[in-house]
């Protein structure tokens, strides 16, 4: 008796009152629906909500309540569901329970049509279609990854960025062709497409793979891998970065801010702004005790890729948000859209438990970011000491990791004040002089100096917002057409030489082909600077 008073105070079981022998046959249902579609639960009946006293039913009110509950699982809950039935002998009578497991089939609900969820003790409708999808997610029953984007073709597609993932994935078949190397980098798409299946041309590899539907409509697996603007078709998914000056997100006074221009992309390209995000606004801290030794970032680079992957892969697709991701001055903040699915908890996550939310997107996800795809990932950053906090929030429906930055590494006093058109931090420690960032020639300068940012991973040149933005772009490798088309200007000398052969000549970008600069199949990558 004590153990159910203690579940009904934590929202494990709900109590009913046998009211004159008769049951709400209706608010039964909308209790075993909102356990169903939780995590399951106890319906107590002879014992009042909350308060814990009994009304214990005869021996007749028991076999009537028996009955009844059966009929009320089977005929007013939406699919039906079975549930166990106990009686529990207490001093004056007895009571009934009803035990609900978690449904396989959810939505479930009432014979009104109305979906019920556990909020704590009470239950709630749900009118969200987001959350709702949520739940189909979460038994099996729908796979956003693979659902349709409509009117999306192969032509949204950007070919690069599937040539590069073919490549990965079908690499060893593509060896024994000889297609590698620069052999691999001169291939058309159709040619390698062909290599890895004979006949098939880019539409017929992506359909064979599932990228495609049945129906013909491109899979959103497809359009977050490979698409040339993701957001046309899906303007959430995508995210948001702010450094902010202090600890508080209602700051309104921030040191950097990627424009969402910037974000535009698939998920390559969202990982490459973010990691570069990063670089630019967390510190280097000298390794050893020789004034020469090397620097590396205060937060382990190898912590923050498995943390930003796992947020752009693992995020919910049915929540209408966008990853988000703050550093303040004493933490780094990743919010990911979605708690943890399939009653995954924190613990099993820092064991190194792996249940895939969206199953298909993170098998082959793998072929482009570099994660594993065993599930080690938050074991793996968690290895390079670091002192980091989970927080599962299912109410906000949320994922957030916090990182938070050793004291040295903090800006403190006056230092955390951004001051001038600039935004540079005072402070001897963290100045960023201006002559330093200063490019000399015109085809190097930097536009307005309130744009000016210094990179932490070089000190030859401080790029413009349209510059940063071309070296991004070309996390994989981009024709000069591509690459003017990008920034909406004409393929003259002048651009070229501004936006291109700079980077090129400042170390940011490289040439597949640097024996030949005037190949017709020139292209440009960015340098990784890790």
């Known amino acids: 008796m004590n153990d159910i008073l203690k579940q009904i105070k934590a929202g494990e ?25 939780s995590h399951g639960g106890k319906l107590v009946v002879g ?40 009686t529990v002998e207490v001093e004056d ?50 796979a956003p990854d693979e659902a349709g984007v409509r009117d999306a073709t192969v032509n949204d597609l950007d070919a690069t960025t599937i040539k590069q993932f073919l490549g990965n994935r079908f ?7 000889g297609l590698t190397g620069d052999a691999f980098n001169e291939a058309s798409l159709d040619m390698i497409c062909s290599a890895i299946a004979k006949g098939h041309d880019c539409e017929k590899i992506l359909r064979n793979l599932r990228f495609i539907r049945p129906d013909g409509t ?30 508080s997100v209602g700051s309104k006074v921030f040191r950097d801010k990627v424009n969402d221009a910037d974000m535009e992309g698939n998920l390559l390209h969202q990982y490459d702004t973010i990691m570069d995000f990063f670089t630019r606004n967390l510190h280097n801290v000298q390794v050893g005790v020789e004034f020469n030794s090397m620097g590396k970032l205060e937060i382990p680079y190898t912590s923050l890729v498995e943390f930003t992957v796992n947020s752009l892969v693992h995020r919910s697709l049915n929540m209408k948000a966008p990853v988000r991701i703050f550093i303040f001055d004493n933490r780094v903040e990743i919010h990911s859209p979605g708690a943890l699915p399939n009653g995954l908890t ?31 990932g938050i074991t793996r950053a968690l290895d390079e000491d670091i002192n980091v906090t989970f927080m599962n929030n299912d109410k906000a429906q949320e994922f957030v990791i916090t990182v938070w930055r050793g004291e040295s590494n903090q800006v403190e006093g006056e230092s955390n004040q951004v001051e001038g058109k600039s935004n540079q931090v005072e402070g001897k420690s ?3 002089e201006e002559k330093s960032n200063e490019v000399e020639g015109k085809s190097n300068q930097v536009e307005g100096k309130s744009n000016q940012v210094q990179d932490s991973d070089t000190k030859k040149v401080s790029l ?9 772009f070309c996390s994989v490798p981009r024709t000069t057409a591509e690459i003017m088309e990008r920034l909406g200007l004409s393929n003259q000398t002048k651009n070229r030489e501004r936006y291109i052969t700079s980077l090129v000549t400042a170390g940011y970008l490289q040439m597949t082909n640097p024996d030949n600069p005037t190949a017709s199949n020139q292209k440009y990558k960015k340098v990784n600077k890790r």
């Not at 214990?56 to 009537?64: F, K, N, R």
Request: charge should be neutral; proline fraction near 3%; charged fraction near 25%.
């Open 93 to 142: 009578g007895n009571l009934v329970i009803a035990t609900v497991k978690e449904g396989l089939n959810k939505p479930y609900h009432d014979n009104k049509g109305i979906v019920w969820v556990k909020n704590g003790a009470d239950k709630r409708k749900v009118f969200d279609n987001a959350e709702l999808a949520e739940m189909m997610t979460d038994c099996g029953s729908f």
């Open 218 to 247: 491109l899979t959103v697996a497809a359009m977050l891998l490979f698409g040339k603007y993701t957001q046309r078709w899906m303007p959430m998914m995508t995210a948001k970065c702010i450094c902010f000056a202090g600890n």
């Open 13 to 37: 079981v709900s109590g009913v009152q046998f009211k004159e022998r008769i049951l709400d046959k209706y608010d039964i249902a909308c209790e075993l629906v909102a356990f169903s579609n």
């Open 464 to 472: 413009s917002n349209k510059q940063r933005d071309i070296v991004n």
């Open 47 to 86: 014992i009042k909500d909350k308060t814990g006293e009994t009304n214990a039913l005869s021996y007749s009110e028991v076999q009537e309540t028996t009955n009844l509950l059966s009929d009320i699982a089977s005929e007013n809950v939406v699919p039906s569901i079975l549930i166990k039935i106990d």
């Open 430 to 432: 963290n100045q960023v």
């Open 171 to 177: 690499e060893r078949v593509l060896e024994k062709k």
């Open 346 to 376: 924190i613990d099993d996550i820092k064991a190194g438990t792996s249940m895939p939310r969206n199953t298909f997107l993170f098998n082959n996800a793998i072929y482009l970011l570099p994660y594993t795809g065993v599930g080690s």
